[in-house]
């Protein structure tokens, strides 16, 4: 394991779809991750809870990442109890990966809302923040985020695998317009989705009903 480099994704995934999935492998192909763990979250803090079952989104994000062996599925906010924490998350997998650069990929939106996240000074503690820039996404100019941004940012993707945590890299990525809120919006008015999910999400979403 040492050397390698783990890139953490976190999301409701309420579906997964094709947004999801590209924008892993996008920022997985240019950091050259080893690999890009999928973590659903469990119970949110900040958030109303996800529609589907936790099983649900466990099952449909399994089978949308079967055949990409550089995503994999980490079920461990769906197993602990409690609210779901990213600190909490990272802390455990840097027990588990000691030797390891951690990536933990973040949206430009989340990451100016960073200085909300609990315990979220530690976080750089635990892993390298990536922040996934869409066009148009402004990062913070003023206030802590702000601060934390210009202390620890690198322009140096080799600093990324060379040390296991603690810098901030700002990776533009492009606009995908595929939501889970729009495609839960099309199953409930009775439109296809097809395309906007993997085959194989879309085969359990028709099969067990979910979100109509």
Not at 17 to 23: A, K, P, V
Not at 193 to 210: F, G, K, N, S
Request: hydrophobic residues 45%; proline residues 7%; charged residues 25%.
């Amino acid at each position: 394991m040492k050397g390698e480099s783990i890139g953490i994704l976190g999301g409701t995934f309420d579906p997964v779809h094709n947004g999801h999935l590209r924008f892993a492998l996008e920022v997985r192909d240019a950091l050259s991750l080893s690999s890009v763990r999928l973590i659903p979250l469990g119970r949110p803090p900040h958030r109303t809870p996800p529609l589907a079952s936790d099983r649900m989104r466990l099952r449909m994000l399994a089978a949308a990442v079967r055949d990409e062996p550089h995503l994999m599925v980490d079920d461990q906010e769906l197993r602990r109890n409690g609210f779901s924490y990213t600190v909490d998350t990272l802390d455990a997998l840097r027990q588990r990966f000691p030797e390891c650069a951690l990536c933990l990929i973040m949206g430009a939106d989340a990451f100016c809302q960073l200085n909300t996240w609990d315990r979220w000074r530690k976080i750089l503690a635990f892993a390298h923040i990536i922040v996934a820039q869409r066009p148009g996404a402004p990062l913070p100019r003023k206030g802590e985020v702000a601060h934390l941004l210009d202390d620890w940012q690198t322009h140096d993707l080799a600093r990324i695998r060379e040390e296991s945590a603690g810098r901030i890299f700002v990776h533009p990525v492009p606009q995908l317009d595929i939501s889970a809120t729009r495609i839960r919006a099309l199953v409930a008015r009775g439109a296809s989705i097809r395309y906007l999910v993997p085959d194989a999400v879309l085969e359990i979403m028709t099969h067990e009903q979910l979100y109509v």
